[in-house]
C-alpha cells in the first residue's frame, strides 16, 4: 500500500478521489480489512472517509428520509431514524456484533453491494435511490441500477456514495432474515416487506437469494388486490399463507456453503408469509 489519506471533508475526500481514481475507499472497514486480513485485497491507495462530516448527516422529513452514507448502524438503530425507517433499524440490529455496527456504515453496506447486505433489501422496498458525487457532479440511482452483480455496483472511478434518500410510508414494515444462528451470522435469506397505506401498495425485496437485490413485484401486486384497505387493511390468514410460495418465486437462489437453494427458496416463503401476518396481525387466529 502506497499511502493512506484521510479526508476531513467531503469536498476533500472527492478531490483525493479525482487525484487518485483508483483509490480504495475506506469507510468502517468492517468488510474491507477482512478481505485484507485475508490476503484478498491489496489497495495500493486508500482514502479514508469517516471524519468527512458531510456523511455522517441525516434527516426526517413527512414524505422522505435520508441517511448519509457514513451513517453507522448503531445510528440507525439508536435515532430518530429508528422511528422512521424502523425496516432499517431491524437489518441495523442483525448485524455483527456492538463493535461492527459501532463502525459499519450505510455506504459501506452499499459499497460492498454483497447479495447478503442486511440493509439492501430495505432499500430497495423503501424506493431508495443512491446519490454518488465525482468529478462530475451528483448522480442518482435506482438500487436495481447501483448494485450491477455479486459486489459489483455502478460506481465510477473517482466517485464516492453520498447518501441515500428514501420514502418514509404511513404503514408498517418489517425485515426478517435467516442464518444458521441467532447473532453474528451472514443471511441465508432475508425479506424486507414495507406497507403504504396512502398508495394502497405492499413492496417486498429480498436478500441472498439473487445475484442482485429483487423485488417480488408480482407478487406485490396480487397481495395489494387482496387487502381490505377500506376496513382497517386486513389480511385472510389464506391468503398470507399464499403470498409467500408467490414472493419465493421472485428468487434465484445458488448452493452455497452456506444453504441449498432449495431451503433458501422455502425460508423466503417462510420469511415473506410471516413478515405479511406480522404488517397486518389483526387477520385473526392465522397470525399467532
Not at 448503531?74 to 433499524?89: K, R
Not at 417480488?216 to 397481495?223: F, L, P, Q, Y
Request: glycine share 10%; with cysteine; proline share 6%.
Amino acid at each position: 500500500m502506497n499511502g493512506v489519506v484521510v479526508a476531513r471533508g467531503l469536498q476533500e475526500a472527492l478531490s483525493d478521489l479525482s487525484e487518485r481514481p483508483d483509490a480504495t475507499v475506506l469507510a468502517g472497514g468492517t468488510d474491507l480489512m477482512v478481505e485484507m486480513n485475508r490476503g484478498l485485497r491489496r489497495p495500493r491507495r486508500v482514502v479514508a472517509v469517516s471524519q468527512v462530516p458531510e456523511l455522517r448527516q441525516w434527516s426526517v422529513a413527512n414524505d422522505r428520509v435520508v441517511v448519509g452514507g457514513g451513517v453507522t448502524y448503531t445510528e440507525m438503530m439508536t435515532t430518530p431514524l429508528a422511528q422512521a425507517a424502523p425496516a432499517l433499524a431491524q437489518a441495523a440490529r442483525t448485524v455483527g456484533s456492538p463493535p461492527i455496527r459501532n463502525a459499519g456504515t450505510l455506504g459501506g453496506n452499499l459499497g460492498t453491494a454483497s447479495p447478503a447486505g442486511d440493509t439492501l433489501p430495505v432499500l430497495a422496498a423503501l424506493n431508495a435511490q443512491i446519490v454518488v458525487a465525482g468529478p462530475d457532479g451528483e448522480r442518482r440511482m435506482e438500487l436495481e441500477e447501483f448494485v450491477v452483480g455479486v459486489k459489483q455496483t455502478s460506481l465510477q472511478p473517482g466517485e464516492l456514495i453520498v447518501r441515500a434518500e428514501m420514502d418514509r410510508p404511513r404503514g408498517p414494515q418489517e425485515f426478517l432474515k435467516i442464518g444458521p444462528r441467532n447473532a453474528m451470522v451472514i443471511s441465508m435469506a432475508g425479506l424486507a416487506l414495507v406497507v403504504d397505506r396512502d398508495a394502497r401498495a405492499v413492496r417486498c425485496a429480498l436478500g441472498a437469494v439473487a445475484a442482485g437485490i429483487p423485488r417480488a413485484r408480482e407478487a406485490e401486486a396480487w397481495v395489494a388486490e387482496r387487502i381490505d384497505w377500506d376496513n382497517g387493511a386486513g389480511v385472510d390468514g389464506a391468503v398470507a399463507d399464499e403470498f409467500g410460495p408467490r414472493v419465493a418465486a421472485a428468487c434465484a437462489p445458488i448452493d452455497d456453503h452456506r444453504s441449498t437453494a432449495a431451503y433458501r427458496r422455502h425460508a423466503v416463503a417462510v420469511l415473506a408469509t410471516r413478515a405479511l401476518k406480522r404488517a397486518f396481525p389483526q387477520g385473526g387466529a392465522d397470525d399467532a
